[in-house]
């Protein structure tokens, strides 16, 4: 018997398998929409959960797709820029902020995808006149291969405390001025106290002299009182020198020298010098390595210690230690004082120790400062000196004390290979006999420089002509440019300054002779002069043996021209 058929030709069992198929996908269909519709509420949930996270960040917090464009903000965001969150999602930094900002904001965004690093940064903002700051922080996106698809940023405003750090570097400026006007008060007090000292030597024996000379006062030796003139005007030069030693200008006539052989040679000058109840122990290294240095600015580190280790010892009786050595530096020094560590080498070192009062964790915070001194007659130059020579010779000064307990101060300079030149006096060399001839042309705008200058080249055998400024040393010389052998051209004047003048006169006379003189420092001017010209610079105040030591050394015995 046959099957019946369907409508459609179909038979019965056909048709109720397709209709028993139908109804199991409709019932995974149903199962999907389930799951995709249990999804879908995990995604809104996690969607609002993101955004209630990045609504509760106090900063403005965004993330953009690859394209620039918004797909999350959070409130902070949306009031920074001035519209509800809806009007932003969607849109790009275009379209609601200045275009300055945003074609700046973009290129950010384009450099970060590129590189794929985070991007720090502080952003300065002027809206309507006011400066607001912000410390931004943008960080890639990537998807699950590794691909940078977008941005996410966080931006905090830190305005209060940029405008707290400009009121901070506001006050330090002023309290710096402070200090500087009252440091340049009490370097004033105490430049003019030892000068007006010094000026009160100089008056008294000049008159003392003039008196003896004219004969009014015959118990009177002006030899001796002219000689007490001479070393107050030396004295007079050392205290400037310790000001360019503190400033580190000083010139350096550096030589390889030993330590030990600076402190031998001055054991007697330095008892002279020391408190009677002071013992003085020295433990000197006998073949002690030598140092670059220049002999001057040691001696004056070596006494400035050693006499600073005395007064600690006020009017009891105490022992001062003065030692001598070598050690390898490998790593930082504790106590090191100076604007950097000491390169790891061999150093050779002295070191002075007392037993005196000590100092108080103020004091020894400030003993290295310019114009700081304990002393009620001091200028507070020693010490701040002795920085800049120790500093200038590369080395370094370790500082040991507390209060009652002394002070130990270990000065450290790098050694050299080279052996050690003895730094001995020598016997005073008997007065040079040469004397130099033909025309000198003494240039300065000081009329005293040129009056006493003059009379010291008269003394050595010279005629002399004088200027006053540049443009009166160009004219003489336009007329005597064939007689003239040397110029003594003074490097600072008020209207041509002398390498001006040194130029128009090397136009006439290429083989022209010029000895420079300065009250600066060596250093301060070399930039504006060949080698040739300071090789022969002298340094005011300038005695007479060094002038005739410098004329020497240019004119030799050179035949005086003819004149004509």
Not at 147 to 161: F, K, P, Q
Not at 239 to 247: E, F, R
Not at 459 to 481: M, N, P, Q, T, W
């Amino acid at each position: 018997m046959r099957e019946p058929l369907g409508p459609d030709g179909a038979t019965t069992e056909a048709l109720e398998r397709e209709v028993q198929a139908l109804r199991a996908r409709t019932a995974e269909l149903e199962g999907t929409l389930d799951r995709l519709a249990e999804a879908e509420e995990q995604v809104l949930g996690a969607r609002a959960q993101a955004q209630a996270l990045l609504d509760n960040i106090p900063h403005m917090a965004w993330m953009k797709n690859r394209r620039g464009v918004f797909l999350a903000v959070n409130e902070s965001f949306a009031r920074a820029c001035g519209h509800p969150k809806t009007a932003i999602l969607g849109k790009t930094d275009r379209d609601i902020w200045p275009l300055e900002h945003a074609e700046k904001y973009m290129q950010d965004d384009q450099l970060l995808m590129a590189s794929g690093e985070k991007f720090l940064a502080e952003e300065r903002i002027v809206e309507g006149g006011d400066v607001k700051w912000f410390e931004t922080l943008k960080t890639p996106i990537r998807d699950t291969r590794g691909l940078v698809v977008g941005t996410v940023g966080l931006a905090r405003d830190i305005t209060e405390r940029k405008q707290a750090e400009e009121q901070r570097q506001l006050l330090e400026r002023r309290m710096q001025e402070t200090q500087k006007l009252e440091s340049l008060g009490v370097l004033a007090g105490g430049i003019a106290h030892d000068f007006n000292n010094l000026l009160v030597s100089v008056l008294t024996n000049a008159e003392l002299a003039l008196r003896a000379l004219s004969g009014a006062a015959h118990e009177t030796d002006a030899s001796e009182r002219v000689a007490d003139i001479r070393n107050a005007a030396l004295h007079a030069a050392e205290l400037t020198n310790q000001m360019l030693a503190y400033s580190g200008r000083a010139h350096f006539d550096v030589r390889p020298l030993s330590l030990t052989d600076l402190v031998l040679d001055m054991t007697h000058l330095l008892g002279s010098s020391l408190s009677k109840k002071a013992q003085v122990h020295y433990d000197l290294m006998p073949e002690l390595p030598a140092v670059q240095a220049d002999i001057a600015q040691l001696r004056q580190v070596i006494m400035n210690l050693i006499t600073n280790a005395s007064d600690a010892l006020g009017d009891r009786a105490g022992v001062i230690r003065v030692r001598t050595g070598a050690e390898q530096v490998r790593a930082t020094l504790a106590d090191l004082y100076g604007p950097s560590p000491l390169a790891p080498a061999s150093y050779a070192f002295l070191e002075v120790a007392d037993d005196g009062c000590g100092m108080s964790e103020e004091t020894r915070a400030r003993l290295f400062e310019p114009f700081f001194t304990t002393k009620f007659t001091g200028r507070g130059l020693g010490l701040s000196a002795v920085q800049g020579i120790v500093r200038g010779h590369g080395g370094g000064i370790v500082l040991r004390t507390a209060l009652g307990q002394g002070t130990t101060i270990k000065v450290l300079l790098p050694c050299t290979d080279k052996p050690a030149r003895r730094a001995l006096p020598q016997p005073s060399e008997p007065a040079s006999s040469w004397t130099g001839s033909g025309l000198v042309l003494m240039v300065d705008d000081d009329p005293r420089v040129r009056s006493v200058t003059e009379l010291l080249l008269r003394d050595l055998g010279f005629d002399v002509l004088s200027a006053g400024s540049g443009r009166d040393a160009i004219a003489e010389f336009e007329l005597h440019a064939d007689e003239i052998r040397v110029v003594l051209l003074d490097v600072t004047m008020p209207d041509l300054s002398g390498d001006q003048v040194l130029d128009a006169l090397r136009q006439r006379r290429a083989d022209l002779e010029v000895l420079l003189c300065s009250g600066y420092a060596e250093d301060e001017i070399k930039e504006r002069f060949s080698n040739r010209d300071m090789a022969s610079f002298l340094q005011k105040p300038y005695t007479r043996q060094a002038l005739q030591a410098r004329l020497e050394h240019l004119l030799g015995t050179a035949p005086r021209p003819a004149r004509g």
